[in-house]
């Protein structure tokens, strides 16, 4: 595309007020979309009237968010729909960030003309050791990435930002980078195979399973031990953990199997506890502060344990007792329009009972015994 064709898209992207969702776009559109940015803004200081004008942000608050249910799938996802906020310079509350916006607009550039990728963690310390008193904690980077995304309404990659991963995978499943060997998962050990932050790369990635079905693990310990049980061999699998909550990388990899091999059904094994739903939840739906990019994350996971049923299979002296940041995430799962009713109820008898659960405490039955719970949950179908 010329770079005519670039700015003149770019001055349509900037009059549509009815996008809400975040491009994939090349470096040399990415850079347009700044330099329309940084026009309009140049426009105004100059104009008859001089103002310093606002930036007109996607309102990634709650009230803006609404659920995609899908007419031909199952799946469902967080999107955001059309009001804006602003970062102004003239609020005394909103100055740092309508400044960290323009800084970080032009750490992008900087990393683009480059052709380089950065973790948000490089990000950071860059940032910082420029702007010290505008970023001085990961958080404030952070928001701005969801800032300029919603800004420029493009992808964080796009912008040369690279997810940070912590997943993994094991099991049945072959892969092969470009012009690379293949990997077989199953043969990668109770470490299993580190699932990389380039979400390019992830996109290239050449996938083939035998696999029936498709596991995601809350706990790093849980998938070792899975692993280590060779889990997989008898229960034809993919497993999968982010170890805690999911990070971009995993999420997006997760997508992109369910994408290639869309028969597999994708079941999530986590705590029976707030937490554990809320992690769930964010595989399942994507999050309100990444609406604009949900709809690339979100899988049709079902929830196959632990649930309030599973209660029974441990002893009493395992339960623990909510405490106060439980309550404060299942007050913000209860909220949410996104969860369905059945999940609901799971949160409402956990809050009401006061108590949760590890998963971990299932070994009260041995430490094969997960297995065991494994093969009678998919068998019963007893996931929802």
């Known amino acids: ?9 770019s001055m349509r992207f900037f009059s549509d007020q ?10 040399q559109e990415v850079l347009a979309r700044i330099q329309v940015a940084v026009l309009n803004f140049l426009r105004i200081l100059s104009s008859s009237t001089p103002a310093i004008s606002n930036l007109p942000l996607i309102d990634r608050s709650s009230s803006n968010s609404r659920v995609n249910q899908g007419i031909l799938t199952d799946e469902s996802w967080i999107f955001l729909s059309h009001s804006f906020c602003t970062r102004s310079l003239m609020r005394a509350n909103a100055a740092k960030a309508f400044v960290r916006v323009w ?74 980078e470009p012009e690379q060997e293949t990997v077989d998962c199953a043969a990668c050990g109770t470490s299993g195979y580190a699932i990389s ?65 869309p028969h597999l059904p994708i079941f999530g094994l986590v705590d029976w506890n ?29 929830w196959l344990g632990m649930r309030g049923d599973d209660v029974q299979l441990i002893p009493q002296e395992s339960l623990v007792s909510l405490k106060p940041r439980d309550l404060q995430i299942a007050k913000s799962l209860m909220s949410s329009e996104i969860l369905q009713e059945n999940y ?20 009260h039955n041995g430490f094969d015994y997960l297995e065991k719970y494994l093969v009678k949950k998919i068998i019963q179908f007893n996931y929802i």
């Open 274 to 302: 707030p937490a554990g739903l809320a992690i769930l939840c964010t595989f399942k739906y994507g999050s309100i502060g990444m609406g604009l990019e949900a709809y690339r994350y979100a899988c049709n996971v079902k």
């Open 344 to 363: 609901r109820e799971e949160l409402t008898l956990m809050v009401e009972g006061g108590q949760k659960a590890e998963l971990e405490a299932l070994y």
């Open 197 to 261: 932050g380039d979400l390019d790369l992830l996109q290239k990635l050449t996938l083939k399973t035998d696999a029936r079905y498709v596991i995601v693990i809350e706990k790093h310990a849980i998938f070792q031990r899975l692993a280590e049980d060779r889990v997989f061999n008898h229960i034809p699998s993919i497993l999968i953990t982010a170890k805690g909550y999911p990070d971009m990388a995993t999420r997006y990899f997760l997508h992109r199997i369910s994408k290639t091999f």
């Open 18 to 27: 009815e996008l809400c969702y975040a491009d994939i776009l090349t470096p």
């Open 1 to 9: 595309m010329e770079t005519t064709g670039l700015f003149k898209s």
């Open 103 to 176: 800084k970080l607009m032009e750490m992008c550039s900087q990393i683009l003309l480059q052709e380089k990728r950065v973790t948000q963690r490089e990000l950071f310390y860059k940032l910082f050791c420029d702007s010290p008193a505008y970023f001085p904690t990961q958080l404030h980077v952070n928001r701005t990435i969801q800032d300029v995304v919603a800004l420029l309404r493009c992808s964080r990659f796009s912008l040369g930002v690279m997810a940070s991963s912590r997943g993994l995978v094991a099991g049945r499943l072959l892969l092969q």
